[in-house]
């Protein structure tokens, strides 16, 4: 192994460090509590070093974003992998988002509530958006409905998971219907 492919790997690690202590940190204690002299002394490393890496906390955000898209995308597949039939993967996928969404706060904030500085639904969206985006369409498209667009299907459903899971979150909505709640969305919205 040359000297140069032994810095990259550890470049490589440093920066999961540092998107790992950012999410710990914001897990915990919120974003607001995630600065980079804090991520710095966490770390054990110099502020200069994670500038270095990252120019900001917007990046940092954004590291967290990608990295938290991945897994919601895997979520999804993970839940809708082996359900038969159209309507029970859509409530599959409806349960896994919003389980996602219940259970990693901080980074659903980071993927669709901050600025993380990441371009959404335009050509240059980050792979891994467009893949979370895409393992929702998967299952999704199959139920949009003769002549309506499944990405189209796919953004207002999407949108409605996001309302759930926002206003859940914020004490907004009656505990004892979450489940009535996703059983209204999928049967309203999925045509089976």
Known sequence: MSVK?????ERAARERLIVA??????????WD??????????????????YSHFRGKREIIGAVA?????????AV??????VDGPRDRVAALARAYLDFAERNPAVYDAIFQLDGGLAYAQEDTPEPLKDAFAALMESLAEVAGNGIDPGLFTEVFWAS???LATLTRASRLLPEYAEPRVELLVDRLAMV
Do not use: F, W
């Open 33 to 50: 509590a995630v600065t980079t002299r804090r991520l710095a002394e966490q770390i054990e490393y110099s502020q200069p070093v994670l």
């Open 161 to 163: 998971l996001h309302g």
């Open 5 to 9: 492919e032994r810095k990259e790997r």
């Open 77 to 82: 597949r993970a839940a809708t992998a082996g």
């Open 21 to 30: 202590a950012a999410r710990e940190l914001a897990e915990q204690q919120g």
């Open 66 to 74: 990608l990295e938290g898209a991945a897994e919601l995308a895997a």
